[in-house]
Nanobody, 122 residues
Framework: QLQASGGGLVQAGASLRLSCAAS????????MGWFRQAPGKEREFVSA????????RYSDSIKGRFTISRDNAKNTLYLQMNNLKPEDTAVYYC?????????????????WGQGTQVTVSS
């Protein structure tokens, strides 16, 4: 089970840190990722990290502003989001990859969290 948290309503330029706590099984040997879905749009890739944290992928839209990390001892995935923009408004989902290497396509992920809402006002 994956439980995402940390979303909220902030102004443009603010920061948020999302967390995704895994329970019920060990996710430390798999890549993990963040996706987001804005109203009326398809779910899109945000970032992913391999099991050891040394392979990371970011979408171009958030590169340089967001940082993904993980703490395998705590079975927790993080997404530090800085300089938030109104276009970052979406429900953010964490997910477990089927593979140890990070994927950018949602089909590679087999476990999904329930999502946490991030709203950025201008």
């Amino acid at each position: 089970q994956l439980q995402a948290s940390g979303g909220g309503l902030v102004q443009a330029g603010a920061s948020l840190r999302l967390s995704c706590a895994a329970s019920g099984r060990t996710f430390s040997t798999y890549a993990m990722g963040w996706f987001r879905q804005a109203p009326g749009k398809e779910r899109e890739f945000v970032s992913a990290i391999n099991w050891s944290g040394d392979q990371i992928r970011y979408s171009d839209s958030i590169k340089g502003r967001f940082t993904i990390s993980r703490d395998n001892a705590k079975n927790t995935l993080y997404l530090q989001m800085n300089n938030l923009k109104p276009e970052d408004t979406a429900v953010y989902y964490c997910a477990k990859d089927r593979n140890p290497r990070p994927s950018v396509t949602s089909g590679a992920y087999d476990y999904w969290g329930q999502g946490t809402q991030v709203t950025v006002s201008s």
